[in-house]
């Protein structure tokens, strides 16, 4: 029989971190919360918005361990609360146009 998972430390208080990721750097806060504190609040607490002026979260998403979760998600010791960037681009598009623009260099392939 396996023991819960403990959501809390033994001091009371939960170690999270705060990630936010650029292409040339990233920022990784560590707090401390007190337990019941949620993923929003840990990201006002951090800092984070005021450092990262363009960190929009109602555009921005927001997850725990690469799994996308609501603002107000109930934090766990050791979490690591992430903000994800927009995509730029479409992934199928690009992978699409990346596949037609493959097809088109063989078919024009002057080596044959």
Known sequence: MTEPVSTQSPSGLLH????YALPGQQAVIRLKMPCGSTVLQAVEQSGILTRHPEVDLAQNKLG????LVKPDTPLRDRDR????????ADPKAARKQRAAEGRAMK????RA
């Open 64 to 67: 725990i361990f690469a799994k």
């Open 81 to 88: 609360v992430e903000i994800y960037r927009p995509l730029i």
């Open 107 to 110: 078919k024009g392939d002057s």
């Open 16 to 19: 999270v971190e705060v990630v």
